[in-house]
């Protein structure tokens, strides 16, 4: 019987021992190779967002349109639109006078023309106008006078790029620390680079289906496909390219970035569609507006496509957050020291 109390004493004490020594114990922090596993967070230790489970992206959807009212993404697309409004005129006269460097302005007309078919009648008006001005004042070669005219024309174009990437900041939970000479040159960079983005995709989408007429019906059919996949996979890399550069922090692998781009580039595409279609038959804006019926149109159109961009900010945001692996370009780093807000942070079990 002596035995026996001394060995419960001994495993009271050894117990004790071991409790306090676990109390003393710092907490194991999220970044814990084992940690999300067992926590019930479906996707936590996803290293690609195609790792995520369905339950998982149900989550995140939910979360990013909860987060999207409380961004309140609707206000900041308004105001992307219209400074992308302000925008776009300066950013078609660097696109023409450029494409007018190598090849028949006209044709980049043409081309933009066609591509802004899923934009209700009176908005295709106005771009078309616009376009067409600007092709008329083109000067087909290289001068002084055209370099500061292009150069003016990015500089203002960065003005609705900055607004941008201040809401994408938004998206991502981010505070701007930047300064204002290296955000200007990130908006420019970005202007610069998607002006040139347009008129390589301007090639490919204009080149593709004269080369495949060649084959008869059928290559003309295929052209036509051809054409709308590359114009697909483009918006996407571009997208993909703006979320990973915009926000102000550590940038994110491509693979965190290609969901909300995907989404976005189909919502973009169906909405716009959509929304052409509406205005076309049940819309009433001539008979509001008047005169003024375009550039209303247009911008609806545009607060649709900046409303659209910043969901699949939210939704890219919201993945980073689904999982505890470090979704920041480099050597994997703990939780807590990888440059940003979603990618620092994880959803509690």
Do not use: C, H
């Amino acid at each position: 019987m002596g035995v026996v109390v001394r060995l419960l004493s001994a495993l009271l004490v050894v117990r004790s021992v071991v409790q306090g020594r676990d109390a003393d114990a710092p907490p194991r922090r999220r970044s814990d190779p084992l940690a999300g596993q067992g926590t019930g967070v479906p996707g936590a230790r996803a290293g690609t967002p195609a790792q995520v489970p369905a339950r998982g992206w149900w989550q995140i959807v939910r979360r990013a349109f909860k987060e999207s009212s409380a961004d309140n993404v609707s206000m900041l697309a308004g105001g992307v639109a219209f400074f992308g409004f302000l925008a776009i005129i300066p950013a078609l006269i660097a696109l023409v006078s450029l494409y007018g460097l190598v090849a028949d302005p006209a044709q980049v007309a043409a081309t933009i023309e066609g591509l802004s078919e899923a934009l209700p009648e009176s908005a295709q008006q106005l771009v078309a106008d616009q376009i067409g001005a600007v092709v008329g004042a083109g000067t087909g070669s290289l001068t002084t006078g055209l370099v500061i005219s292009v150069l003016a024309a990015l500089f203002s174009a960065s003005s609705g790029t900055q607004n941008l990437m201040a809401a994408i900041n938004i998206a991502y939970d981010e505070t701007e620390s930047r300064g204002a000479v290296k955000l200007r040159a990130i908006a420019l960079l970005l202007t610069a680079g998607a002006v040139v983005f347009v008129v390589v995709s301007i090639v490919l989408v204009a080149v593709a289906p004269v080369v495949l007429d060649a084959l008869g019906t059928t290559g003309r059919v295929l052209g036509q496909v051809v054409r709308w996949v590359l114009l697909v996979g483009l918006v996407v890399l571009g997208l993909a390219v703006v979320y990973r550069v915009a926000p102000d922090r550590d940038a994110p692998r491509f693979r965190w970035v290609t969901p909300g781009s995907f989404l976005a580039t189909v919502l973009w595409i169906v909405g716009s569609i959509a929304f052409s279609f509406y205005v076309d038959n049940f819309g009433s804006y001539n008979k509001t507006y008047g005169a003024l019926a375009g550039i209303v149109v247009f911008l609806l159109w545009l607060y649709l496509t900046s409303y659209i961009v910043l969901l699949g900010a939210e939704i890219n945001s919201e993945a980073e957050y689904q999982t505890e692996r470090d979704t920041t370009r480099g050597e994997p780093q703990p939780m807590g020291i990888r440059g940003a807000a979603k990618a620092d942070d994880a959803v509690d079990p």
